[in-house]
């Protein structure tokens, strides 16, 4: 008998919000066509489960809420699972391997990053300069400490990540795995190994990581132990994950659009520790060698530049939208504004001009695509790696060669639910509220060549020696 490994879904609401059961089967429904109609279109169907929606005994939906109530995290128990629908998403479990049945016996490391946005706003709405030289994610891990979210300031920087740039991708996913926050989890045999810890001891954790990696990188124990084994295994970790994100196992419509590519505005973020070090080297920047057209870090990026006015550029169109839903509530369903989200609804997001001719049709395409930009800058992307022996290596199946080992792997992209048109206003908000902070409490950085001699001192004075 053929067991299969899945993940069930279920909504959630804060208390005393009910939803009859035949809106929570449509909301579900509308989560799986946004996944089978659009998001697949820009990642490719080898790397989008959309899942689908099975209706479950109500018995057995309760005694699982009950059994899982206590795993839940404290932050995320202020809203209620639906447990009188009975229905829920089922997906496939994405810590498990989708290329091949032959590793199904063996043990399976799994990895989940956040990547968040990596580009920096190109649009000539944007009003702060500071937004042109700083990266999003940088400039919020300030307020984010400020108001007590993380303890400390992670290196980490999108940018970074997707440069291409072999360097800076192990630069960034060193400083994920020193500072993971949410950003970075490791699942070994679908249980979590590793990720969500703030202010540990760093050190300690790697060597506990290294100890749950050995036996995938180095299946031999002829490896020394201490400090440099450590160190050699979470090397290996990295340049498999780099090579993994560089891979391309899949094409995709959305390839075809021709979105602004990053290389027309800044490659680099002024934040990002690994620039700093370039600069105090004599370097002006940080090189991006550019990520190769399929791999799925391009796709999200591609998918992501749909912010084509940034926040500022779009909250105006929006307020046009909202007036006009104010007049003509009943146009909302004609407006696509909750769905139907199929084959025409994607063709509009295809629309990249940026002249607005003062229309609701324009405006209302600008927003959608937002809210699948905004999608894209906040998905996970799945990495699933299975040691691979020599005789079961193939060239119909992909695998990535470390230096003692060889990985089957598959990746996948998940949390790809359309963001809320009502969020809009949060966003245009929280964007104020993070740039506002960054510009009050992190000093500027100073120009190259405007150091030194060069620089204007406050006050001087010369003091002469005797010779």
């Not at 279920?10 to 929570?24: G, H, Q, V, Y």
């Not at 984010?144 to 291409?164: E, H, M, N, R």
């Not at 607005?356 to 800058?377: C, I, N």
């Not at 003692?404 to 509220?433: M, N």
Request: net charge positive.
């Amino acid at each position: 008998m053929i067991t299969r490994c899945v993940v069930l879904r279920f909504l959630k609401f804060p208390p005393n919000r009910n939803k009859t059961s035949e809106e929570i089967f449509r909301h579900l429904q509308s989560i799986v066509d946004f996944g089978k109609n659009v998001m697949t279109e820009f990642f490719g169907e080898n790397y989008v489960h959309h899942g689908e929606v099975v209706q479950l005994p109500l018995d057995f939906v309760k005694q699982l809420c009950l059994k899982i109530q206590a795993e839940r995290p404290e932050s995320r128990c202020d809203k209620d699972l639906d447990t009188l629908s009975g229905y829920a998403m089922c997906l496939p479990n994405l810590t498990r391997l989708h290329t091949s049945h032959f590793a199904e016996h063996r043990p399976i490391l799994c990895v989940e990053i956040k990547p968040k946005c990596g580009f920096i706003p190109f649009s000539r709405h944007v009003t702060q300069e500071m937004k042109h030289k700083v990266c999003r994610y940088c400039m919020h891990q300030h307020l984010k400490v400020a108001t007590g979210k993380w303890k400390q300031i992670s290196k980490y920087c999108p940018l970074d990540l997707f440069s291409g740039n072999k360097q800076r991708m192990h630069f960034a996913l060193k400083s994920l795995l020193q500072e993971a926050q949410n950003n970075l989890k490791i699942f070994k045999n679908g249980e979590l190994i590793y990720g969500c810890g703030d202010q540990r001891d760093t050190a300690a954790d790697w060597n506990e990581l290294a100890c749950h990696l050995k036996p995938f990188f180095y299946p031999s124990n002829g490896l020394v132990g201490g400090p440099h084994c450590t160190g050699t295994i979470i090397k290996e970790l990295i340049h498999v994950i780099t090579l993994t994100l560089l891979s391309s196992t899949d094409k995709c419509r959305a390839g075809d659009m021709r979105l602004v590519p990053s290389s027309q505005g800044r490659s680099c973020c002024e934040a990002s520790p690994f620039s700093k070090e370039l600069l105090r080297n004599g370097k002006s920047h940080a090189e991006g060698s550019g990520l190769p057209r399929g791999c799925l870090l391009y796709k999200t990026l591609q998918a992501q530049m749909l912010d084509l006015l940034d926040i500022e550029g779009l909250y105006p169109l929006y307020r046009r939208v909202e007036r006009h839903l104010q007049e003509f509530p009943e146009e909302r369903d004609l407006l696509q504004i909750d769905g139907p989200y199929n084959e025409a609804f994607y063709q509009k997001l295809r629309d990249l001009s940026t002249e607005d001719d003062g229309t609701l049709a324009y405006a209302l395409t600008k927003v959608q695509q937002y809210r699948v930009a905004m999608t894209a800058k906040d998905c996970s992307i799945m990495i699933a790696l299975s040691p691979c022996l020599q005789d079961e290596c193939s060239d119909q199946r992909p695998v990535i060669p470390a230096s003692r080992a060889r990985f089957a792997f598959s990746v996948s992209v998940l949390d790809l639910d359309l963001k809320p048109y009502e969020s809009i206003p949060h966003q245009h908000k929280l964007d104020g509220k993070i740039v506002s902070y960054y510009l009050k409490n992190v000093p500027p950085k100073k120009e190259p060549g405007k150091a030194g001699l060069l620089a204007e001192p406050d006050d001087c004075t010369l003091v002469l020696h005797k010779v």
